[in-house]
């Protein structure tokens, strides 16, 4: 009867691991907010930082070239036109 406990206990035990395993392998930003470590909060920190400035440098590209886009489909006009040689 001894040993039929032990192999219950160590069948729980592999299913608390495997649970572990499982939340364990899940990416930073699926866990809830309350389940990740100082560590793990200060790097999503960072990665949302520098996602924020990547999306700050691709704002700004879009924003020059629509500029040029409304530059270059404005009509030329006679004050506009190069002086002829």
Avoid: W, Y
């Avoid at 040993?3 to 729980?12: C, I, V, Y």
């Avoid at 949302?48 to 020059?64: C, F, G, K, T």
Wanted: aromatic share 2%.
């Amino acid at each position: 009867m001894d040993l039929f406990k032990q192999l219950e206990a160590e069948k729980k035990r592999g299913e608390m691991l495997e649970k572990a395993m499982k939340a364990k392998g899940k990416k930073t930003c699926e866990r809830p907010i309350k389940e990740l470590s100082l560590h793990e909060l200060e790097t999503l920190k960072g990665s949302l930082e520098e996602l924020r400035e990547n999306v700050r440098v691709r704002v700004s590209e879009l924003e020059a070239s629509s500029s040029l886009l409304l530059l270059g489909k404005r009509p030329v006009q006679e004050d506009d036109a190069p002086d002829s040689i």
